[in-house]
């Protein structure tokens, strides 16, 4: 943030478009809670021999470049009996060709459950046809400031074998205002949490008002103008942690975030896995901070195994030498990350199969 050490009032909306591009997750018509892209690259592929690993990292090149990569992991019933599961991760905005990359993998599938908060459940297969539900909000205008799209443009959800496996707008406000009954700490706890997410919903939708809403405007432009703040603010996102503890969210506003929702995308899940017959294959696509205790509940509650292999998917990549951040804080910055430095028999393999992608400008 040493951009800000002058104005310190900027840094809690800086913080949010940081939750909102990372966290949160896709948003389609929420009212208040209280009411540059890069070329295609082939995916690269890591064994995965024990479940819990991360589902983030930044990839630094042989060529000096930096990659920020997201994986998606298959499971397979230890008993041998049910489909594959595969979890998907996601950023919220990335390049063109990353989404293209996703959408073949979604579209593999025999079914698909996928993230998505919206006030109907069928709202993200609708989206092309309702112009009320066409509006990006606050995604679209940072991804364009980044030289990125948004995931709720790029992915195309109308598909018999999506289904939304989310929870709406209003059930997420139930199950904080029953808290808020009950009274005590977890009641005030779930107080905190109704004023925080009200604040993201707003800012999502671009109907935050006031003085932060102004910032968050303010702030976008210089990033789309400046170059510099351009790029750090995404190697600030690629190497944000995705552990579901971001800091600057409420304790019980995380637990809703993360843990509520998975405990409904899991219920669907079991829905889906008691039909007959099941389908083949399954894929979950969920932003990356939910996956590792989505694997936890796989592994412990339904049986499952890792398959041993990761698939890393390249969301977009960053070019020092393009850049005029300094070499100190392009370390400081990539010192917070899951960094894998990339080896120099796969830099050769990769040169076969896929043309150098472009680092963003």
Not at 150 to 156: E, K, L, S, V
Not at 181 to 188: H, Q, V
Not at 262 to 277: G, S
Request: aromatic share 6%.
């Amino acid at each position: 943030m040493r951009y800000f050490k002058c104005c310190p009032t900027l840094k809690r909306p800086l913080f949010l478009l940081f939750a909102v591009a990372i966290f949160l997750g896709p948003v389609l018509g929420t009212e208040s809670i209280a009411d540059r892209s890069a070329a295609p690259t082939a995916p690269s592929t890591t064994l995965h021999p024990t479940p819990g690993g991360n589902y983030t990292r930044l990839l630094k090149k042989t060529d000096g470049t930096y990659a920020s990569q997201y994986a998606s992991r298959a499971f397979l019933p230890q008993n041998g009996k049910g489909p594959r599961i595969i979890l998907i991760s996601a950023i919220h905005i990335g390049s063109q060709p990353y989404y293209e990359e996703l959408q073949k993998l979604m579209d593999a599938q025999d079914l698909l459950l996928f993230e998505g908060i919206s006030k109907h459940p069928d709202d993200f297969k609708k989206r092309a046809e309702d112009p009320q539900l066409k509006s990006t909000g606050l995604y679209g205008r940072l991804a364009k400031a980044l030289g990125l799209v948004p995931q709720i443009i790029a992915i195309n959800y109308n598909h018999d074998h999506f289904i939304n496996a989310d929870l709406s707008p209003d059930k997420l406000r139930q199950i904080l205002e029953d808290e808020v009954k009950k009274g005590g700490k977890d009641g005030e706890d779930a107080k905190k949490a109704i004023a925080q997410f009200q604040e993201l919903t707003q800012m999502l939708s671009g109907e935050m008002g006031g003085l932060k809403g102004a910032l968050i405007k303010l702030l976008i432009n210089i990033v789309e103008l400046n170059p510099s703040m351009r790029d750090m603010v995404l190697l600030q996102i690629a190497s944000a942690d995705a552990s579901g503890n971001t800091k600057g969210i409420s304790p019980r506003l995380n637990s809703l975030i993360i843990h509520d929702r998975n405990d409904a995308a899991m219920q669907v899940l079991r829905e889906q896995l008691a039909k007959v017959p099941a389908p083949k294959s399954i894929g979950i696509f969920y932003g990356a901070a939910h996956l590792a205790d989505m694997e936890k509940t796989l592994v412990e509650s339904f049986g499952y195994r890792s398959d041993g292999e990761d698939i890393w998917l390249t969301a977009f990549t960053f070019d020092p030498s393009q850049s005029k951040l300094k070499e100190k804080d392009i370390k400081n910055y990539t010192a917070k990350a899951n960094l894998v430095e990339e080896e120099p028999e796969d830099a050769d393999a990769g040169k076969k199969t896929e043309e150098k992608a472009p680092a963003q400008k």
